[in-house]
C-alpha cells in the first residue's frame, strides 16, 4: 500500500505550497512541544543492615494480618455453596449460609414472644433454631441441629424426626422463669444431603405449622439501650456482633478435636461457647453456653456462682463422640460489664490441665 505523506503536514499547509507566514506584528506562533528531559533513573539505594532479630515491614504485616484472622470471630469467610446445598434450602424453603465447608439453616422462633421473669427477649438472644450438614467419610452428610420449642411441640416434633430415621440425642431448657416455656431438642443425621433434606422436613413443617396458629400478643420490647460492645468484646476477649439488638460473642473450641464418620464438629456445627447481651450498660441481661471437657465442669459451675450468673441446665448436645463434651447453660441480669466479667471468669477456666 503506498504511504500517505501528506498524514503528518500540521493544520493550514497545502501541498506543494510554501509554508504559510503570520502577519507583521503577530506573535511567533509556537512550534510542537519538547518532551520534558528525561532524568537517569537514580539508584535504588540498599536499605541499612538491620540488626538481628529485626522484623522486617512486609513480614510484620503479614504478622498482623494472621494474627487478626484469628483473633476475629466471623473470620469465617463465606465460599461458594455447593449445589447438593443448594438443593437442600430450596427443599426446606429456609435461608443459610455456607462457610467453614458447613451449610447453617436458620429456623428462628421469631413467632413466640418470650420473657424471662417479665423481661421481654429479642429472638437473637436464644431463641434461633438451626440445622448444619458438613462432608464426612465417602461423601455422606453429617448433620446436626437445635430445633427451639415450646412445650406442647415437642413430642409432635420429636415423633417426625424419630419416624423419619433421624435421632433425637438432647432435649433440654435454656431457662428459668421463661414465659412460654420453651425447650431445646437437638437431633442427628447421616447420608446424602438430598435425604437428610427429605428426612428432616416433616418435623421443619411442624414447626412452621405451629408458627402459623401463634396468637400471642408480643411483648413490647424495650428500645436497645446503650450498650457499649466494645467494652464488652473487650472484657470477655472476643468480638462479637449485633443483631436485633442483641450483642452475641461465639468462641470455638479448637483444643477439641471432635470428629463423627470423618467430619470436624467445629464452631459451626454447634460445639462453641457463646455470651449473648441484651439492654443497656446499667441494666443489662447476658445468657449463653459454655462448652467443657467434663474436667472443666466443676470449675466453671463455680466460677459461674461466684459471679453471681444463675446456672439453668447442664447436658450434652451429642451422643457417641470422643471426647465427652458437656455444656451448661447460664443467665443473669446486671450491669453488663460485671455480666462479662463474670462470662470471662468461667472462660478463663478452660483449656486448663487439671490442678492448674
Do not use: C
Not at 290 to 315: D, F, Q, W
Request: glycine fraction near 10%.
Amino acid at each position: 500500500m503506498a504511504q500517505d505523506t501528506h498524514a503528518n503536514l500540521p493544520p493550514g499547509e497545502v501541498p506543494g505550497q510554501p509554508k504559510p507566514q503570520p502577519p507583521p506584528g503577530a506573535p511567533p506562533v509556537p512550534g510542537p512541544a519538547e518532551p520534558p528531559p528525561t532524568d537517569p533513573v537514580p539508584p535504588v539505594p540498599h536499605p541499612p543492615a538491620e540488626p538481628p532479630g529485626t522484623i522486617r515491614s512486609a513480614t510484620l504485616r503479614a504478622i498482623v494480618v494472621v494474627a487478626l484472622s484469628v483473633a476475629l470471630p466471623g473470620n469465617v469467610v463465606a465460599q461458594d455453596m455447593p449445589a447438593d446445598y443448594k438443593a437442600v434450602l430450596a427443599a426446606l424453603g429456609k435461608t443459610g449460609d455456607f462457610k467453614d465447608n458447613v451449610l447453617k439453616v436458620n429456623i428462628p422462633r421469631s413467632d413466640v414472644p418470650v420473657t424471662i421473669g417479665g423481661r421481654a427477649a429479642p429472638t437473637p438472644f436464644g431463641f434461633g433454631g438451626w440445622i448444619a450438614l458438613t462432608k464426612g467419610d465417602a461423601g455422606a452428610d453429617v448433620m446436626m441441629g437445635d430445633l427451639v420449642l415450646r412445650e406442647d411441640e415437642v413430642n409432635p416434633v420429636m415423633s417426625a424426626v424419630l419416624d423419619n430415621g433421624l435421632d433425637v440425642t438432647a432435649l433440654h431448657n435454656h431457662f428459668f422463669w421463661e414465659q412460654p416455656r420453651m425447650f431445646y431438642m437437638h437431633v442427628h443425621g447421616m447420608g446424602p444431603a438430598a435425604d437428610l433434606a427429605r428426612r428432616i422436613k416433616p418435623a421443619i413443617d411442624r414447626i412452621d405449622a405451629f408458627a402459623k396458629r401463634t396468637t400471642d400478643a408480643a411483648p413490647t420490647l424495650p428500645a436497645p439501650g446503650p450498650l457499649d460492645t466494645a467494652v464488652l468484646a473487650k472484657i470477655v476477649g472476643q468480638a462479637g456482633e449485633t443483631n436485633g439488638g442483641v450483642f452475641k460473642i461465639t468462641i470455638g473450641r479448637p483444643d477439641l478435636d471432635v470428629r463423627e464418620h470423618g467430619a470436624r464438629i467445629g464452631t459451626r456445627m454447634g460445639l462453641n461457647t457463646w455470651a449473648a447481651f441484651a439492654g443497656s450498660d446499667t441494666d443489662a441481661m447476658v445468657a449463653g453456653d459454655i462448652v467443657m471437657l467434663e474436667r472443666e465442669v466443676t470449675p466453671v459451675l463455680k466460677a459461674l456462682r461466684a459471679n453471681g450468673l444463675n446456672a439453668v441446665s447442664m447436658h450434652h448436645h451429642m451422643t457417641g463422640v470422643t471426647p465427652v463434651v458437656l455444656f451448661v447453660h447460664y443467665y443473669g441480669t446486671g450491669p453488663a460489664a460485671t455480666l462479662a466479667q463474670g462470662v470471662r471468669a468461667a472462660l478463663a477456666l478452660l483449656s486448663k490441665p487439671t490442678g492448674s
